[in-house]
């Protein structure tokens, strides 16, 4: 077995963490590189308001600071336990979850996801985004009990 590229999804959320021992681990053994992938919600732009409110400004500054504080807890997670990884890249993409997975596998040539079995906002021992990605890739997908 030849495993060079991991993705893992993650929340940044105590559940998606739990997968983080296991990336590691087999980042390590089979000197891989770690595709950490954060996917920024999708809101739906709201209309008008009453009073001094512009929506389009209101949004882009929702989304910005979304971003950046998605940049920056990706930065102190790889300080703190990446380091002894061979290489990892994160990337921050907007969308659909289990899109954006599957579409960072294919561009990536991905070997192996390695996920918590749900995130942060799951009801259920099983979530949909991992249930998704599952169902729709080729490669295998390691779940993590959360």
Not at 13 to 32: D, G, H, R, W
Not at 106 to 124: L, P, Q, T, W
Request: aromatic fraction near 10%; proline fraction near 5%; charged fraction near 30%.
């Amino acid at each position: 077995m030849k495993i060079e590229k991991i993705v893992w999804p993650t929340d940044l959320s105590e559940n998606a963490a739990k997968a983080l021992p296991y990336v590691t681990s087999i980042a390590q053994q089979y000197q891989a590189e770690i595709h950490i992938l954060y996917v920024l919600k999708e809101y739906v732009e709201f209309g008008a308001a009453y009073g001094d409110f512009n929506p389009k400004e209101d949004y882009e500054r929702m989304r910005q600071w979304e971003k950046e504080t998605a940049e920056k807890r990706l930065d102190e997670l790889c300080e703190k336990f990446l380091e002894s990884c061979p290489l990892y890249i994160r990337h921050i993409d907007v969308g659909d979850p289990t899109q954006k997975i599957l579409d960072l596998v294919k561009k990536e040539g991905a070997d192996i996801v390695i996920m918590a079995n749900r995130g942060r906002e799951s009801h259920y021992d099983f979530g949909s985004v991992a249930e998704r990605v599952l169902r729709c890739t080729d490669i295998p997908v390691l779940t993590v009990p959360a």
